[in-house]
C-alpha cells in the first residue's frame, strides 16, 4: 500500500479526503523538487542548526539526569518537557491513557503525520555522582539514570525543533508530535497508547534509546515481548506459634509457585526468560501471612510463547494455592509485543547516521571510560569510534531473546525505528548504577548531539521523501504483516499500573528536589555537585 493510499484509508474523514472529494489538489511534498544536491545542502543547514543548540541539549540532559524519577511518577520530568514544547508553540494534550505523567505533543497541519517517542523513566537505587568511575550515589538508595532515558528526549526534542524552524522558513506542510515512554522500565504504558488510538492517523514512528554505539536496525528478534503480571494469594492470619494450625500462609503460597516456575524453567526454550520479585511477603514474623504476591517478568520471543508462559504462570500460581489452601488471583502490570523494525526506514537513518558519524572523544572522556571499565570488571577498551553496521535481523532458529522495550506494541501500529545514539560506555551490565556514571557528562553531550543530528535527517526525510513513506508501508503491509496479525496482550480490563513507585519517590523525593540541576547558576551538573572531570581512583 503506497502512504498516499495509507492516508484515505486510516484518516477517513480527514480534511485530505475533502479536499480530494471537493476536487482540490493534494499538498505536494518538498521531494518532488527537491535535487539530490538541494536535499544534502538542506541536510547539512539541519546539522548545523542542531549544533547551535549545543548547549540546549547540555541544559536539557543534565536537568532530566537531575530529576531522576521512577515510571509513572516522571512528573518533574514531564512538567519540564511540556513547557519547553509549549513555549515552542506546540499544543499538548496531558494525562493521555489515564496516565497522570503522560502526554502527547502537536505541531503543524497537514500530512505526512511523524511521532517521535522516547523513554524518561529512572531506575530504583541508581543515584550516581556523573563523572565519577566508582560507586557514589548523590543520594544513598535514590533512584537515578542508570539507564541513560534522561537522554531520549532530548534528542527527539532538539531535533524537531530544528526541522520545525527548517519548516516554517520553507513553507512545509507536515505534522509532528512526540510523546514520552512513560514506566518503560515497567512496561507499563505504550500498549495503553496504542489501545487508546494515539497512533491511528500516524505515518510514522521515530523512536530513541541510549546505546553506548551509533546505530538503527530492522526486522525482528532482537529482544523479547513479555507479559508482566503480579500474583497475589489470600490465606487466613493466625498466631504463629500459638496456633499455627488456624492459619492458610499466602507466603507459602508464593514460596511454592516460585519452586514450581524453578523446576519448570528446565524445561522451557533457552530463550525464555523468567523473573521475579516478592512484592508483599507478610508483615511479621509471629503472625501467619493472609496476603502475599509475587510480581514476575514472562519474556519470550513471539506471542504464542509469551501466551504459553502466561498460561504456566497461571497453571503454577492454580497449584501453589492447591498446596496451601488459599486463594489466587492476577493483575496485569505491563506488557509489551516483540518489535518490528521498518527496513527502508532504517536503511535510510543508516544512511544519516553515516552522514553524522561518531562524535570526537576527548582523553578525559576516554579516561573515564576505561576507569570506569575497569572498575567493575571488564576489558578496558573506553569508548567506540566507529559507527555500528546495518545488519540483517537475527535467526528466528537461533534467536536467543533478551530484554524488552514496549515500542514493540508500537512497531505494529505503523512503521517504526529505533536511533541508538552514542551517549553511554560500553560492556556496562545495565540497569546500575555504573550506566549512570556518563550521562552527565560530556559523553552524552556529544552522543546526545549527534543523535540530534541524525534524527534531524531522519524526521526531515519522512516529511519531505513520498517514496520513503511509500516504501515503509509497502514493507509493513506486505513482510512485516503479511503473515503475522498483532493480538494485544492487554485484556479489556487492565489498566495502567499508576500507583507503582508512588512510596519509593513519596521517601526521596524531598531530598533529590534539594539536587535538582539550577543551569542560571551553574555551567554544568558536574560543576554544580563539585565534580572534577574525570574523577577517578588513583
Given amino acids: 500500500m503506497s502512504a498516499i493510499s495509507h492516508y484515505f484509508t486510516r484518516k477517513a474523514g480527514s480534511a485530505l479526503i475533502a479536499l480530494a472529494l471537493a476536487g482540490t ?32 541539549v547540555q541544559v536539557m540532559n543534565d536537568m532530566i539526569f537531575s530529576f531522576g524519577e ?18 515552542n508553540g506546540f499544543t499538548v494534550e496531558e494525562g493521555i491513557s489515564g496516565i497522570p505523567t503522560a502526554w502527547m505533543a502537536t505541531w503543524g497541519e497537514g500530512e505526512p503525520v511523524i511521532a517521535l517517542g522516547s523513554d524518561i523513566d529512572g531506575i ?132 511454592l509457585m516460585e519452586v514450581g516456575m524453578s523446576y519448570r524453567r528446565e524445561h522451557l526454550r533457552l530463550s525464555q526468560r523468567i523473573h521475579s520479585i516478592v512484592v508483599d511477603g507478610g508483615d511479621q514474623p509471629n503472625v501467619v501471612p493472609p496476603l502475599a504476591s509475587r510480581w514476575y517478568f514472562l519474556r519470550e520471543t513471539d506471542y504464542p510463547h509469551i501466551k504459553a508462559l502466561w498460561e504456566i504462570g497461571d497453571k503454577m500460581a492454580e497449584g501453589a494455592a492447591m498446596m496451601s489452601n488459599t486463594t489466587w488471583d492476577s493483575v496485569v502490570l505491563g506488557s509489551a509485543w516483540p518489535q518490528h523494525m521498518n527496513k527502508p526506514m532504517a536503511e535510510d537513518a543508516y544512511d544519516n547516521i553515516k552522514l553524522v558519524g561518531m562524535p570526537q572523544w576527548s582523553e578525559d572522556d576516554i579516561a573515564l571510560a576505561k576507569a570506569l571499565q575497569k572498575e567493575i570488571g571488564v576489558e578496558p577498551e573506553g569508548l567506540k569510534t566507529e559507527i555500528d553496521e546495518l545488519s540483517d535481523p537475527p535467526d ?84 512485516q504483516t503479511k503473515n503475522e496479525t498483532y493480538t494485544p496482550l492487554l485484556r479489556e480490563q487492565d489498566k495502567p499500573a499508576t500507583h507503582l513507585n508512588k512510596d519509593i519517590m513519596r521517601e526521596f523525593k524531598g531530598d533529590m528536589s534539594q539536587f535538582y540541576y539550577d543551569p542560571d547558576k551553574y555551567d554544568t551538573y558536574m560543576e554544580q555537585l563539585g565534580i572534577t572531570y574525570p574523577t577517578i581512583k588513583e
Avoid at 499538498?27 to 549545543?54: F, N, T, Y
Fill in 25 to 56: 489538489a493534494l499538498p505536494v511534498l518538498a521531494s518532488a523538487s527537491m535535487s539530490q544536491s538541494e536535499r544534502m545542502d538542506a541536510k547539512k543547514a539541519l546539522i548545523d542548526a542542531v549544533d547551535a543548540r549545543a548547549k540546549q
Fill in 70 to 87: 521512577l515510571g509513572f511518577q516522571e512528573y518533574q520530568t514531564s512538567k519540564y518537557l511540556t513547557d519547553i514544547l509549549k513555549e
Fill in 124 to 255: 530504583p537505587k541508581a543515584s550516581q555522582k556523573p563523572g565519577v568511575a566508582y560507586h557514589e550515589p548523590i543520594i544513598d538508595g535514590a533512584p537515578g539514570h542508570g539507564e541513560g532515558h534522561n537522554s531520549g528526549q532530548v534528542v527527539n526534542i532538539v531535533a524537531i525543533l530544528a526541522v520545525k524552524e527548517y519548516m516554517e522558513k520553507n513553507g512545509l506542510s507536515g505534522t509532528i508530535k512526540v510523546w514520552p515512554g512513560v514506566a518503560e522500565e515497567q512496561l507499563g504504558t505504550k500498549a495503553y497508547y496504542v489501545r487508546d488510538g494515539y497512533f491511528d492517523d500516524v505515518d510514522a514512528v521515530l523512536f530513541s534509546h541510549v546505546g553506548n554505539g551509533f546505530s538503527t536496525r530492522w526486522g525482528a528478534g532482537r529482544g523479547n515481548g513479555l507479559i508482566s503480571v503480579q500474583y497475589n494469594f489470600y490465606g487466613e492470619s493466625a498466631h504463629s506459634a500459638g496456633s499455627p494450625w488456624r492459619g492458610r500462609s499466602a507466603l507459602d503460597a508464593v514460596e
Fill in 396 to 479: 528466528p532458529k537461533t534467536n536467543m531473546g533478551g530484554g524488552s522495550d514496549d515500542i514493540g506494541d508500537i512497531s505494529w501500529q505503523v512503521p517504526t525505528i529505533t536511533l541508538r545514539y552514542p551517549a553511554n560506555i560500553p560492556n556496562l551490565p545495565g540497569h546500575n548504577w555504573s550506566n549512570a556514571v556518563a550521562m552527565a557528562t560530556p559523553i552524552a553531550h556529544k552522543g546526545v548531539l549527534a543523535g540530534a543530528k541524525a534524527q534531524a535527517l531522519n524526521l526531515f526525510d519522512l516529511i519531505t521523501d513520498k517514496a520513503l513513506l511509500e516504501s515503509a508501508w509497502d514493507y509493513y503491509e506486505n513482510v
